[in-house]
């Protein structure tokens, strides 16, 4: 018989929507409601999809993959560990809280670095806010009260689906009773996204010309005179036009994405754009929120900060916490070949890391918790795959603006197959014993 299970989180992007519908039949999830495609496609069963159920092990990476108990491969796993000079504990973006804090206690024991994925995404934001500061607000005060919204390099009609609908543009709040016709939405992209379709200003910036567009806009705010017809590709009058809107915006957010956090200037676009909010705060009110990608990458950032007082890139090789971006950061490591060892999960580097890094990845020995065949279990010596947490096990996660919600269980794990938590609790165990 089919049960409809209500209110359930989805654990793919950091919308981190609550109000789920899944239909489950059998221990399966058949179907769920509310479900953008991605999330609908991270609680169904694909077909032909490998899902692994239990530990494989291999010595030598050119060899097939042996299936081995968890006690062994736990074992394993903790001494590839415990004999590494500079082991990498790295992901975590996938995954819940308590994951988090005994993965970051396991890189303590064994004086290893331990990161996650903003590494790769917005660890550029996270460095200018310890700059210049963080003027954020929650997605509600966006839902209710925003009359001005920009989405700056990011595209959520393609990465955070229901972002617009939920809170960003189309949602109707007590402050914007017409929903989207209470808005203006300014999109600033180089390409005419999906997104910016939408908008009712595209600023159609040249690509790595933000810091260019967010000086200018500074400078028009602040009653400079801009030189020349256009700036970033886009006509000075436009520029003038824009910062009237944001001016006389009642409550004005900025949405930023990938496209300031990984393009030409990376941190300085952001703690430009920082500034610009700042400044704009003189005149009305305006926030900032990052569009943080997976759904529990700010969990992380949480977590460590909570235990060891850094977001991320944390070295404890010396005993105490180091924090130096550029240095202590893992993608950083692996390209200088500095790692010789890593432990990876909740997160696939294997397809998102640059090329060196990876090319390191395949000459350590590696380990990785995850549930799927992915391009980094191709590289890996041991599989240790988890219960998928926010599908087969609960835990807290935290959405982009820093509000945390409890993920649901919805149907049980395969036969023997623990959550994250409860495989790094082992595996610390066995550190321990063998330290
Ligand atoms: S928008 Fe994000 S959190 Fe919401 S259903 Fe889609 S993937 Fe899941």
């Not at 607000?137 to 001005?148: H, I, M, S």
């Not at 409550?251 to 941190?267: R, Y």
């Amino acid at each position: 018989m089919m049960e409809i299970i209500k209110d359930v989180v989805c654990p793919f992007c950091g919308t981190l929507c609550d109000d789920i519908e899944c239909y489950v039949e059998g221990n399966h999830i058949i179907g769920t409601k509310n479900a953008c495609r991605i999330g609908y496609s991270k609680f169904t069963h694909r077909e032909g999809s490998t899902r692994h159920t239990g530990p494989l092990m291999r010595e030598n990476k050119k060899d097939d993959f042996k299936k081995v108990d968890w006690d062994t491969a736990i074992e394993k796993a903790a001494e590839i560990l415990v004999n590494a000079k500079k082991p990498l504990i790295y992901g975590f973006s996938a995954t819940e809280c308590h994951a988090h804090v005994y993965g970051i206690e396991l890189a303590e024991k064994v004086k290893g670095v331990v990161s996650n994925t903003a590494e790769v995404c917005h660890g550029p934001s996270v460095w200018a806010l310890q700059d210049v500061g963080y003027p954020i607000c929650t997605l509600g005060e966006v839902k209710n009260r925003a009359d001005v919204v920009i989405y700056w390099g990011c595209n959520p009609m393609h990465a955070h689906p229901r972002h617009m609908s939920r809170y960003g543009v189309f949602s109707r709040g007590f402050f914007r009773e017409r929903g989207r016709n209470d808005r203006t939405l300014i999109v600033v992209d180089p390409r005419k996204t999906d997104t910016a379709k939408l908008a009712d200003v595209h600023l159609q910036v040249e690509p790595h010309k933000d810091y260019e567009l967010i000086s200018a806009m500074r400078a028009a705010l602040k009653g400079f005179e801009l030189k020349g017809e256009k700036i970033a590709g886009i006509p000075v009058e436009t520029i003038y036009e824009a910062i009237d809107v944001l001016k006389n915006a009642q409550f004005g957010n900025l949405f930023f994405g990938m496209g300031v956090t990984q393009s030409g200037s990376k941190h300085r676009n952001i703690d430009n754009a920082i500034e610009l909010i700042i400044d704009l705060n003189a005149h009305t009110k305006f926030t900032l929120i990052p569009m943080r990608g997976h759904y529990n990458v700010n969990g992380f950032n949480q977590v460590c900060t909570w235990i060891s007082g850094y977001p991320l890139c944390v070295d404890y090789s010396s005993g105490s916490p180091i924090f130096n971006p550029g240095d202590t950061s893992v993608t950083d490591l692996l390209m200088r070949r500095e790692a010789d060892a890593m432990l990876n999960l909740a997160s696939d580097p294997g397809a998102h890391f640059p090329q060196k890094a990876v090319e390191r990845m395949v000459e350590i020995p590696l380990i990785v918790m995850e549930p799927h065949q992915t391009p980094t279990t191709e590289l890996a010596n041991i599989i240790l795959p988890p219960a998928i947490a926010g599908v087969e096990c609960g835990g807290t996660a935290y959405r982009m603006d820093g509000v945390p919600i409890a993920l649901k269980k919805v149907i049980d794990p395969p036969e023997d197959v623990m959550s994250d938590k409860e495989i790094l609790k082992r595996m610390m165990d066995k550190v321990k014993e063998l330290l």
